[in-house]
């Protein structure tokens, strides 16, 4: 199923999750605060979170701010659910850094996903995190190195286009991919960084195709970047340039079948948020979690696209899951709940059409 990325722009920055009303307490009250819900990885994160909290019964209160330049808002919201007493909190952060300070008052768990929160910063700050759980960055740069050296039959010439400067992500992924490269005839002949936005890394392309007549290939650490390349490629008719992205999102799923990209190195956003409650559950119940949780990343091209799309937003190779085992271990029975999504600020119907098409995709996919 194609799902636009903007149509997913317009999901609210306030989430709810709630049991249902008139039911008794649930065992386990989470509070989660996400980055911008204006790219469909997040989105399918968030939906993680609420098919994961739905099934075992947990009160989760999930926030996310308008933009991912709001680092102060973003420690705001889980200033705000902290005041709320929760019994476990799941964070997404913007920076490596920007909640370090707002975690300082949590009692209940910290679970850290997607983008690591800086360890030398929280152990000064007297934060501990329980577990991360994310995708291994520099393998997944080093995957998409191994492709493009596929891709470009071991020599040519590529332009890396990397997030913010101050991403973590971004920084591990491409340090992957130029390790990757190495003792190859692949050379990375520019760098720059396009905010992860998919007009700013058109124009990016656009400018270096033109500069470099024989430039071979762009790597760029997310899906939106990389569909910008796709985008510059329709726009000044070069032909032949290898493109790669990281995300795995479904329109890129659907440009990788129709061959305007060549590859994604797929993340499971979904899969991450469900790991999270998990993990909350299972640390409420008393279990020691495991420091780091390497969420299932997976390369897709024209051979195994379909297999991925089919699957979508769940993995279609086989992961490991810690957190599973901890919850049975320690004997939890999940309650029956019913599971309320609000969204507070939609702007239009089309938008709630879209969420429910994905849901109903996901529900599909057991």
Not at 92 to 113: E, M, Q, Y
Not at 151 to 168: C, F, M
Not at 237 to 263: C, P, R, Y
């Amino acid at each position: 199923m194609k799902l636009s990325a903007r149509a997913t722009a317009t999901v609210s920055a306030f989430l709810l999750v709630a049991s249902a009303a008139g039911a008794r307490p649930p065992e386990v009250r989470v509070g989660v605060v996400l980055k911008a819900l204006d790219n469909p990885f997040f989105v399918a994160m968030y939906e993680g979170v609420s098919a994961e909290a739905g099934r075992r019964g947990v009160d989760a209160s999930v926030r996310a701010v308008k933009t991912n330049v709001d680092l102060v808002g973003q420690a705001a919201l889980v200033r705000g659910l902290i005041a709320g007493k929760k019994d476990c909190y799941v964070v997404n952060p913007i920076a490596a850094t920007n909640l370090v300070a707002a975690l300082r008052g949590a009692k209940g768990p910290v679970i850290n996903i997607d983008s690591p929160i800086d360890p030398t910063a929280a152990r000064r700050a007297g934060v501990r995190i329980r577990s991360f759980i994310g995708t291994n960055d520099f393998e997944a740069g080093r995957m998409a190195a191994a492709t493009m050296v596929s891709l470009l039959h071991g020599t040519g010439t590529v332009v890396l286009l990397g997030g913010y400067p101050d991403s973590v992500n971004s920084r591990h992924r491409l340090s992957g991919f130029e390790r990757g490269i190495g003792g190859t005839r692949v050379r990375a002949i520019a760098r720059v960084d396009a905010d992860y936005d998919r007009a700013k890394a058109e124009v990016a392309a656009e400018r270096f195709i033109d500069r470099y007549p024989r430039l071979s290939g762009f790597f760029a650490v997310n899906d939106e970047m990389a569909l910008g390349v796709g985008d510059a490629v329709r726009a000044t008719g070069k032909t032949g340039l290898a493109i790669i992205g990281v995300d795995g999102i479904s329109e890129a799923l659907d440009a990788v079948s129709d061959g305007t990209i060549n590859a994604t190195v797929s993340q499971y956003p979904y899969v991450m948020g469900q790991m999270a409650i998990e993990a909350c559950v299972a640390a409420a119940r008393g279990a020691r979690l495991p420091g780091r949780v390497d969420a299932p990343i997976a390369v897709v091209t024209k051979a195994n696209v379909a297999r991925a799309s089919a699957s979508f937003p769940r993995p279609f190779v086989a992961y490991s899951n810690p957190f599973t085992g901890l919850v049975k271990k320690r004997g939890y029975r999940p309650r029956r709940a019913r599971v309320a999504n609000e969204l507070a600020d939609s702007s239009s119907s089309a938008a709630r059409r879209s969420r429910r098409a994905r849901l109903d995709a996901s529900a599909a996919h057991p």
